[in-house]
């Protein structure tokens, strides 16, 4: 996880902002895709706590937990090239085991989480899997092992294929390294084509996710939403104003979708809760006009009987 005030901060933010938000359908998507499972779409869908105390009190934060139909995975994004990472998500993953761990008599099990790194952008080539080895005496080891999934080495379409459509917004960091060292006014404008290039490419795609694999509208317009920060942010100094203003235009369309499906959901509620009282209103009317029913129906036997009464007198 970067550190705060780290010039990735808006990567970690972004990641955590759109994993955090992600409808259930699109997490199961998500995870399946990440960790290669076959979960069912109507699995159930829980974000767990993130955060762990050491035993110096420090608190620290892995950046997702998420249990789905029972199973616990944990993810960590990272940007900068640590080669501490594996021993963090070690660390993070027992704490986790910790929390689920079962006891019985003479027995304590600690069910590890599966878990994986997310590398958004790297300089090295990180291994496809990190393992860690513990050894217990006598020189028994246990592996725990780690998938690393690189970004960038897919291309749009594969991170489709890969089901990883939630992590989209990121293959902007595809143009971060050019953009930094583009010098002359010809690399400059090759780079700002790569942007509209490219930012309409990712934006079309995520859009399309609706469709193809059910986002919601939520799922997209927080995904845009983060797409246009990262244009936005990684394409600082050049002209990307065409690019970011195509993504607002969307983001107002899905704004004015999402606006309209809330009212006519307020109306639905509307129409069920005016139902709902009118049949109440009906019910304590129809009980009043029972009660008066019976009330007239005794006032008529008194009657009735009265009458006989004065009949037998004559």
Same mark, same amino acid.
């Given at each position: ?6 010039? =990735? %901060? ?11 938000? !992600? ?26 706590? =993130? ?29 900068? %090239? ?23 008599? $003479? /027995?304590?099990? !600690? ?27 006598? %020189? ?10 690189? !970004? ?14 939630? +992590? ?27 942007? &509209?290039?490219? @930012? ?16 919601? %509208?939520?799922?997209?317009? =927080? ?6 920060? /990262?244009?936005?942010?990684? $394409?600082? @100094?050049? &002209?990307? =104003? ?13 704004? &004015? ?12 509620? @509307? +129409? ?30 008194? /009657?009735?009987?009265?009458? @006989?009464?004065? $009949?037998? $007198?004559?």
């Amino acid at each position: 996880m970067a550190q705060p005030h780290n010039t =990735t %901060d808006i990567f970690d933010r972004s990641f955590k902002q759109i994993i955090s938000s !992600l409808s259930p359908n699109a997490m199961i998507r998500f995870i399946n895709g990440l960790f290669h499972t076959t979960h069912p779409l109507d699995s159930p869908v829980i974000h767990l706590s =993130t955060e762990h105390i050491r035993s110096n009190l420090e608190k620290r934060q892995a950046d997702e937990v998420v249990s789905v139909a029972g199973h616990t995975y944990l993810i960590e994004e990272q940007t900068a %090239d640590d080669a501490t990472m594996a021993i963090r998500v070690f660390e993070y993953s027992y704490a986790q085991a910790l929390k689920e761990k079962h006891i019985h008599p $003479g /027995l304590i099990i !600690l069910p590890f989480p599966q878990a994986a790194v997310i590398y958004l952008e790297t300089s090295k080539a990180p291994p496809e899997q990190w393992e860690i080895q513990v050894v217990f005496p006598p %020189d028994t080891p246990h592996s725990f092992k780690i998938q690393a999934v690189k !970004l960038l080495e897919y291309t749009i379409e594969g991170i489709v294929e890969q089901g990883l459509s939630a +992590l989209l917004p990121f293959y902007m960091l595809k143009l971060r390294k050019p953009a930094r060292e583009a010098k002359s006014a010809a690399e400059r404008e090759e780079v700002e084509r790569a942007f &509209k290039e490219v @930012g309409i490419q990712v934006k079309e795609t995520i859009e399309a996710c609706g469709e193809r694999e059910g986002y919601s %509208d939520e799922d997209i317009v =927080t995904l845009l939403e983060r797409l246009e920060g /990262l244009i936005q942010y990684i $394409g600082k @100094g050049y &002209k990307v =104003t065409e690019v970011t203003t195509m993504v607002e235009e969307s983001l107002i369309g899905y704004g &004015k979708r999402l606006a309209l499906a809330a009212e006519q959901e307020g109306l639905q509620k @509307g +129409l069920q809760k005016g139902l709902q009282k009118g049949l109440q209103e009906g019910a304590v009317e129809r009980q009043r006009l029972e009660q008066e029913n019976k009330r007239l129906q005794r006032e008529l036997a008194e /009657l009735k009987r009265i009458m @006989g009464k004065d $009949g037998r $007198g004559h």
